[in-house]
């Protein structure tokens, strides 16, 4: 790419554009909040005219009569019929126009050890529908992906919605992930370690496709639309017999140099304590980290008062207290969010809120995720979201900004 100069006229069009959809969008997003109907000036709510975009955006009224006419060629603006019974004005009425959130679509897909999951939006992230489809802990990669292919038609199916609508996509998996979407190291799913996920979709989907851990996307969702919501530092634990965190500091996701950021259930091994399938245990004989039944069967026993089962699930909170502590007193989150099969478990945030009170020098507020079982699927989607937000609005880096692969 050459160098941009001041006076480059394909950037100055971008920039032109960029604004005046910006201001459009905005201008649509409101009306949409207000109900729609009419604006003072009789005018449809949920649009804007050429005297208003003019005055919010500074440009010229030929400019951006030019910026619209483009825009409206690429699908993306359209003219708004002057309604009728509206406010009788002399003269021509005048010509005003809205956000095409219809003009495209935008996926977030969850692949865990049980199950795939997918949420489907506008491009102002307006959910249109969802699926979820269970899938064995057993499943190769191929039958994975394979899943995930048609849980993913039957939901564009169900929505009327054509695959190369879709402007991109954002998936939530366990492990590694590198920044061209590889599975760098993942011990929960069978042959993912050195997959090239992000290629392997990218074939589906024939649009951008962005790979984030599972932990790094929930943590997104509950910044978006959360228990973080409101919040820039924010530490979001994905609870279970080998927890993950996700973290956004100063409202932008933080990964680390390679993407293992946040691995936490690997710090048993400094103080080489018990490994994970091992906490949990009430015979000496170690869980399976993904039967989340028989980790559920063990908080049951504990609730009922069996002694073993009770110690057990002390040992766990004990070591989610070590974990989350160790990021709580490296990062000084304003809010720590739990997560994942735990948040359904009574008992957890209690000792957890306790435990980190004693440890740290400034304890953070401890929430249950809002987003429950919808929180990697929503984070995925935000990044789908964020990454055409770059490209139609030329706004700041977002919080998933990365280099993306197409």
């Known amino acids: 790419m050459g160098r941009l100069t001041g006076g480059d006229p394909s950037l100055l069009r971008r920039i032109n554009s960029a604004v005046v959809l910006h201001a459009l969008r905005a201008a649509t997003a409101s009306g949409a909040a207000a109900g729609g109907g009419q604006d003072e000036a009789g005018g449809c709510a949920g649009s804007a005219s050429l005297t208003d975009l003019t005055r919010v955006t500074g440009l010229s009224r030929p400019t951006v009569e030019g910026v619209i006419d483009g825009l409206a060629d690429s699908g993306l603006v359209v003219e708004v019929p002057a309604e009728e019974g509206g406010v009788r004005r002399q003269g021509r009425p005048a010509r005003r126009f809205r956000f095409r959130a219809e003009a495209g679509h935008l996926l977030g897909i969850e692949i865990g050890a049980h199950r795939v999951a997918a949420l489907l939006s506008d491009l102002d992230g307006n959910a249109l529908g969802s699926i979820v489809r269970e899938v064995s802990e057993k499943a190769s990669a191929d039958e994975r992906l394979e899943r995930v292919r048609t849980a993913v038609a039957d939901l564009l199916r169900r929505a009327g919605v054509a695959r190369f609508s879709l402007r991109a996509v954002g998936v939530g998996s366990p492990g590694i992930v590198e920044a061209d979407g590889t599975v760098h190291l993942c011990t929960a799913l069978p042959g993912w370690t050195g997959l090239p996920l992000g290629d392997r979709l990218r074939r589906s989907f024939r649009c951008p496709v962005l790979v984030e851990n599972d932990a790094n996307t929930a943590a997104v969702a509950e910044h978006w639309k959360g228990a973080a919501a409101g919040s820039d530092d924010v530490v979001f634990v994905l609870a279970g017999l080998s927890p993950g965190a996700g973290s956004l500091i100063g409202g932008r996701l933080h990964r680390g140099f390679g993407g293992a950021a946040g ?22 004989e170690p869980l399976n980290p993904l039967d989340e039944a028989q980790v559920a069967h063990v908080f049951a026993l504990a609730r009922e008062g069996d002694a073993r ?85 030329a706004v700041e880096s977002t919080v998933t900004t990365r280099r993306a692969s197409r």
């Open 309 to 393: 089962a009770r110690a057990a699930v002390d040992r766990f909170v004990r070591r989610l207290v070590h974990d989350t502590a160790a990021l709580v007193l490296a990062m000084d989150p304003e809010v720590v969010v739990v997560g994942g099969w735990a948040a359904g478990l009574d008992g957890v945030l209690g000792p957890l809120r306790d435990e980190l009170s004693r440890y740290c020098l400034r304890p953070p507020q401890v929430a249950l995720s809002l987003l429950g079982e919808a929180a990697v699927t929503t984070g995925a989607l935000r990044l789908a979201l964020d990454h055409v937000e770059q490209e139609l609005f």
């Open 263 to 284: 691995e936490i259930g690997a710090l048993h091994l400094l103080g080489r304590e018990a490994a994970p399938e091992e906490v949990l245990s009430t015979t000496g």
